[in-house]
């Protein structure tokens, strides 16, 4: 009983704890909740029953399939569902009288072979990664539609067929439009506004490491005692590992923004490809300092001599890297002229070109090469980092 | 109208690449036609139509959205959406029996009430990473299927739900049955064998990339006139660019491998999840790839005297690595012992040692530090590498 009751603390917490992250959560949950029983008053008022009979069941049916998170996934579902359906419905109605044409027997056999066709050649069309990633629903939608329309109009009759495909369509309507309402107006979730800050944290998040990465680096290796110090407020050194997986997430937020309208900062035609070239940049970065955090746990002696040659260097191109980088962070979080990065950007390279003459004027005698190869490395790769960080800025205009 | 021919030409090329690479998906879209047109009979077959009457339509609606590509997709749909029905009809009934209690005044009040409690509890379940992987479908179809069920009773009265719900039931179990028959049996797509080749490809790779790097790098240093000739086959030096971002495929197919049964070599429960682990340490090791890969390009002149001294363990350590991944990829892929790779680690350690000698005895004398450095970065990358690689083969058992 007491592993029992502290299990469902467990899930209690976890709970609390989904909710405090992201508060929106719970809202949309509730909003969910709203209009799946605003539509199901459509059963309950008589005098809309009788208007709509059982097709009230699909108001529900469409509210609880397209209602999304943010407002781009909820239009694009809206829009791909009400789309498919017309076009659907419409070659459906073409498909039955062409196989009214062949008579009664011929009838069911020539329905099967289009509805066969269409299926097989709509899954397929499935595969395409462009289709796949803005109307697979709408493909889904249509092989559905399609199908129901062309097999029941053989039972129905087309007369009645026309009947109950006006209350469907009316009542998708409706549901489709509680959904849009809804999510559009009370408290809406924009799909473009999640990936702008998603970008920014991304960008923020290399930045602090870069920031951090100079003093951790080279107070390690000089006060090796101090380690248990260094090692509390180490965070900020993990933190940039998630931007490695950001792809995915980055593009179905793209895929949701294209359809969402003008929205606070953001014009209809906002342009959120570029969002995603800023994040394959970013992810480029990242990778790099992927390579640099392997070095910062190595304990190796670096002499004291050569890393007092390329400290100053090192820690500049770190910190200036990590300023520009937050200058173009908060630049595109406001959306306003990038250029306060510029001066940083250019100081991060004058730190690359001070490195190279350190380099230059350091007397490699009695050096052990082994030894400062890691720090050289280390060096190089932040030189790399600069190099991304310049492109970054360059593509945030 | 000659651009609307290439146009054409276009899309036609491109059907038949998409056929070309995976003629999978050619079966899978005939696999859905022939499903539909199955499901379809029972509108057509009038004793059929007599015993189901309307509902066959949710045999048709079933077969559209759980028919995935995957065995597992299509298992893993199948069952959620039968438990969930279940489940859903079951509770739809007692919220029924609870409202029916309350007067014919305030039955739709409870009803709607309990429409917005469990519509809204389970939205939120759907937020947990966990029941988002797996039970996401089965979410939604509860909270779809306890809706109407609610919603209808309040029109239709007990009696004549109980008999739609046996129709419906039966006729989604129709539906639900032809898919899993027909994906498991006409040409299955298992994804935990998509899984498993999709490890191995990527293991494969990168050791392809390892195996042409030591030819590569110090091939271009030290023939600079060769570079265009040497340019030509450089496709195995982007490869592995799409192991960086297939962590959601992995995942997403390891999700989809858990619901399959046991298939060709694999097991009911065979330990999916280490296929996760793998991958993400070979992600790791394609981060440090994606590093060195920033010096292949870079024609930095280094000294040759440097170079000649690490250019023996620096060819040994990639193709060593390249060829202890290969061992690796080909044991995961024949499931037989990995010990074939030991050696391979074994002298990759070697050459590492071999190369901290190297430098060691390396005069540092005389050298251009700034020269030197960028091979330095090469080699201890590669050093990292080997690391990597010595922690893949460990976790391959």
Known sequence: PSSFKSKVANVAKSIKKLGQDDPRRIIHSVKVGLALTFVSLFYYARPLYDGFGVSGMWAVLT???????????????????????????????????????????????????????????STFTRFFPRIKA????????????????????????VDELLVLAHQRLSTILIGGASCIIISIFVCPVWA??????????????LASYLEGFGGEYFQETKTEEGGDVSKKDKSFLQKYKSVLNSKTTEENLANFARWEPGHGKFRLRHPWQQYLKIGALVRQCAYQIEALNGYIDSNLQVPQEFQSKIQESCKNMSSESSKALKALASAIKTMT??????????????????????????????????????AATVAL?????????????????
């Open 381 to 397: 790769t932040l030189t790399e980092i600069v190099k991304c960080v310049e492109k970054i800025s360059d593509s945030v205009t």
């Open 134 to 157: 803005r109307y697979d629903y709408g493909v889904l939608i249509f092989i559905l539609t399609f199908s129901l329309v062309a097999v029941s109009g053989y039972r129905v009759g």
């Open 337 to 374: 002229d990038p250029s306060p990065a510029n001066p940083h950007v250019e100081s991060s390279k004058n730190a690359v070109k001070d490195l190279k003459i350190a380099l230059k004027a350091a007397s490699v005698n009695d050096l052990d090469l082994q030894a400062i190869i890691p």
């Open 192 to 205: 473009g506004q999640d990936l702008h800050k998603l970008v920014v944290s991304n960008i923020e998040k």
């Open 63 to 121: 509210v609880v399939v397209i209602f999304e998170f943010t407002v781009g996934g909820t239009l694009s579902k809206s829009i791909n569902r009400g789309f498919a359906t017309l076009f659907a419905g419409a070659l459906g109605f073409g498909a039955q009288h062409l196989a009214i044409l062949s008579g009664k027997n011929g009838e069911p056999i020539v329905l099967g072979i289009l509805v066969f066709l269409l299926a097989a050649a």
